[in-house]
C-alpha cells in the first residue's frame, strides 16, 4: 500500500506500508489510516523544512548584523533588549552580546554619564527608543557618553530609532542604530575652537582700526580734505561689515559652549519692528520695506538679541530679492495659541523645498549655481534660530524656488500675571 505525504500544494514523496509474512491484507480502513498518516507526515516535513530555512535566513541575517560597523539594538515593548550585534554591545561596555542581553537595563544606563552636544546630562527619558514608545514617528539624537569615575573623554554617538509595527498598527519593537561619530565631533570641537579663537583674536585689531579712523576723520575735517574723508568713510563702513561678522562668529561660540546670554525684559514687539525695520531701510535705496497689521503684544526676551533675528531676516529678504522693490513684514497675534508672529515676505529667488529643513543649520549655504553668486556665510539663520528657540519661540520658512520666500517668527505671548520676572 502506497500513500502520498501531502504538504499544503505540493506531494513531496509518499509512504509504502508492505506486509509480509504476517499474511495481512490491507483494507479501506487501513488505507484511510495510511492516508491520514502521509497527511500529517507531509505537513510535519514541510514544517520542518521551513523551520530550516527560517533558522538558515536568521543565521545569514545575524551575520550580517553582526559584521556591521554601528551598533544595532531592538527593544520589546518593555523596554528590554531583544536584539544586540557585537558593536552594540562593545559600544555600551560590554565584552559580548550575551552579557549585555543578560545584563539589566539600568545597568547599562548607569555604567555611563550621557550628555549632550552642549555637555548638559541627557535625561533617560528622551533616549530615542523611549521616544518612538513615547509616540514620536522616529528619533535621533547625538549622545556622549562619559565613562563614570574615570574623567575619561567622552566617546560620541548618532543614535536613532524607528518603530517596528504589528498587524494593528501598534509599536511592538523598535529598532536603534548607534553611529559612533566621536572623530567628527573632535574635528568639530576642532573647529569651533579654532572659530572662537580668530574671532577673538580678529575683535582687538578691528577695534583699534576703528579707533584710528575717527583720529583721522577728526584730522581730516579740520583740514577740509573732503576726497580723504570719502575714503576714510570707505573703510570705515568695511570694518563695521567685519565688525559684524567677528561678533556673528563670537555669537556661534557661545552658542555652541552654551554661553550665550540673554537680557531679558518686556518689550513691545511692534516697537522693535518698526525700529529694526527703519534701521535696515536706511541700508538700502533699492526696496520699500512695507510693515502691515500689529500685534499690540509685550513679549518678554532679550531685545538686542530679537532684533538681531529681524535684522538678519530683513536683509537676507533685500538681498536674496535682487530683482524686487519691495519687502512685506506682516505683523499679528494667534491669541488661541498664544503667539505673536511676524513673517518677513520677500519676491527674491526662493527656496528649493529640500533646502528647507537645512537652511537654519550652522554654515548652510544653498549651493545651486545661482546662489553661489552671493556672499555670505551661512550663520545668520543658524543664530536667528538659536535665538529664538531660546525664547521658546519657533522660526519656520515657506518658499519654493522662484516664487518668493517668507520666514515666520513665532514668539509666546504672556498675560500680565503669567509674564516671567525681569532677569
Ligand atoms: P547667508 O550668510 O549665506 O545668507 P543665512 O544663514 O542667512 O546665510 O542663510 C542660509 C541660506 O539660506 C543662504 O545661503 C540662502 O541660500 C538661503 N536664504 C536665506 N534667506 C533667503 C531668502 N530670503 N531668499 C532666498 N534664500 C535665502
Redesign the pocket.
Known sequence: MIVPLIAPGKIPGAISFVATESGKRYDKRDLALAEEVGRKAGVALDHARLYHQVQEARNQLDIILQGVADGILAYDSDTHILYANEMAARMNGYPSVQEMLTAQQLDILTCYDLIDERGQPFPHNRLTHRRVFAGEASAQAIIGFHEQGTGQAARWSLVKSRPVRDDSGAVAMVVTIIQDITERMKAEQRKDDFISMTSHELKTPVTSLKGFVYVLQRRLAKQGDTAGLHYLARIDAQLDKLTLLISDLLDISRMQSGKLELRTKAFNLDTLIDETVENVQATTSTHRLLVEGRTDAQVFGDYERMGQVFV??LT??L???PLADTVLVHLSCNTGQKQAIVS?Q?S????DKA?HEH??ERF???TDPE?KT???????????HEIVTRHQGKIW?E?SKGH??T?FVALPLFSAEEMPAQA
Do not use: M, R
Open positions: 538678519n531676516l537676507n529678504a538681498k536674496y530679492s518677513v520677500d527674491g529667488i526662493g527656496i533646502h537652511i537654519f548652510y549655504q544653498v546662489e552671493y556672499p555670505g556665510l551661512g550663520i545668520g539663520l543658524y543664530i536667528s520658512v518658499s518668493g520666500t520666514f
